[in-house]
Each structure stands twice: as structure tokens, then as C-alpha cells.
T-cell receptor, first 116, second 115 residues
């Protein structure tokens, strides 16, 4: 149990376009979902926390208008990178937690975004 | 500020040898502590976690970790490493913020296993 999927696994887009990444909890209801960004050979940096039905809480330095997060249901959260630029190229990983306590997060396999 | 430190960027061990990966934390109170493993291009898999209670925690794949409050450490150990253990290992600390448990990750330790 506690499987989280992400789609797509890899995406290449042109600079200036937008791309949407989906994160789904397949066998449990995720009250809270998290979005992380990982640069090559670096650690994961939390971008935002989203609770179902509420607006996402963004970490300091993360542009909320550029990284749009929607957590419309208990099994789906989406991250949309708007007007993508090459510097947005990164590995994006989501995680999901069964409750707002979020003491255990289940991670998705990640999405590799390349902006050309 | 809350932080998790992994002092070793790379570690190389021979297959069958013992392993210890170091992790130190700096939190106002005892955080929840986790160890994750990441294979290339993959997400994170939870190895073990410490919330409270017994300070020696057993995890999957033969890993264990010991919480030492006096040293602010949560080192990961395995008595005999297998070649398939080669991966990136992340230590993480978490605190409940009311809106969800926020994890702070260490910078990771890359484990190489020599056959």
C-alpha cells in the first residue's frame, strides 16, 4: 500500500510554454501533498505544501505564480510550471501523506523536466 | 534554524563490509527522523523512521539506525553491504507545523559498493 505515482516521468518543453505534472496517491487518500525540487547531485528542496481543498503554502523564495499547485481531490495534486525557462529544468518529486500530521510521506518516482 | 547534516558526500565500501552513514540534526526539539534511499532517476524509498521510544530502529533491507540525543545524531548502519545497496542516501528531519509535516533533507551520501 501507499503508492504514489507521477506523470509524466519525463517531459521536454520549449522555453515560454507551460507544463503540468500530476501526482496521484493510488491506494490511499492524501490529505496533504508536498512538492520538492531536486537539482543534479543535490538534496530535495521543499517547494510547497498543499492540503486538499486549500491553497498551497509555498516556501520562501518559490514563486507561487510560476509554480501553480492544485490539490483538488484527495488523490490528485498537480504542479504547473508556467512560462518555463531553462533554469526551471530539474527533477520534481511529489510526496503524499494520509493526514495533516504528515508524519510519514510517501514519495512519487519523480518527473524530469527539461526546458529547451 | 532547523537543519540536517550529512558530513560524508561519498562513501565507498567493499561488498560484505559493514556500513555506517552519519547524520546530525539541529532542531529546537527532538524531530521525527527518517532515512531514505534514492536510486538514480528514481523517487525516494523510506528505509526507517524514528518518532519516539526505542532509540534503535530497524528498517527494511537489513538497515538500522540509532538515535542518540546527546550527540544529536541518527546514524544509519548495515552489518554487511550488498552491491545492490549502491545508491544515494538521505537523512531527513521533520516537524509538525499544523499544515503538514515539513521535511528537511540532508545533502545526501552517495554510497559506492566495490565488488
Amino acid at each position: 500500500g501507499a503508492v504514489v505515482s507521477q506523470h509524466p516521468s519525463r517531459v521536454i518543453c520549449k522555453s515560454g510554454t507551460s507544463v503540468k505534472i500530476e501526482c496521484r496517491s493510488l491506494d490511499f487518500q492524501a490529505t496533504t501533498m508536498f512538492w520538492y525540487r531536486q537539482f543534479p547531485k543535490q538534496s530535495l528542496m521543499l517547494m510547497a505544501t498543499s492540503n486538499e481543498g486549500s491553497k498551497a503554502t509555498y516556501e520562501q523564495g518559490v514563486e507561487k505564480d510560476k509554480f501553480l499547485i492544485n490539490h483538488a481531490s484527495l488523490t490528485l495534486s498537480t504542479l504547473t510550471v508556467t512560462s518555463a525557462h531553462p533554469e526551471d529544468s530539474s527533477f520534481y518529486i511529489c510526496s503524499a501523506s494520509r493526514d495533516r500530521g504528515g508524519n510519514e510521506q510517501y514519495f512519487g518516482p519523480g518527473t524530469r523536466l527539461t526546458v529547451t | 534554524a532547523q537543519s540536517v547534516t550529512q558530513p560524508d558526500i561519498h562513501i565507498t565500501v567493499s561488498e560484505g563490509a559493514s556500513l555506517e552513514l552519519r547524520c546530525n540534526y539541529s532542531y529546537g526539539a527532538t524531530p521525527y527522523l527518517f532515512w531514505y534511499v534514492q536510486s538514480p532517476g528514481q523517487g525516494l524509498q523510506l528505509l526507517l523512521k524514528y518518532f519516539s521510544g526505542d532509540t534503535l530502529v530497524q528498517g527494511i533491507k537489513g538497515f538500522e539506525a540509532e538515535f542518540k540525543r546527546s550527540q544529536s545524531s541518527f546514524n544509519l548502519r548495515k552489518p554487511s553491504v550488498h552491491w545492490s545497496d549502491a545508491a544515494e542516501y538521505f537523512c531527513a528531519g521533520g516537524t509538525f507545523t499544523g499544515g503538514g509535516n515539513k521535511l528537511t533533507f540532508g545533502t545526501g551520501t552517495q554510497l559506492k559498493v566495490e565488488l
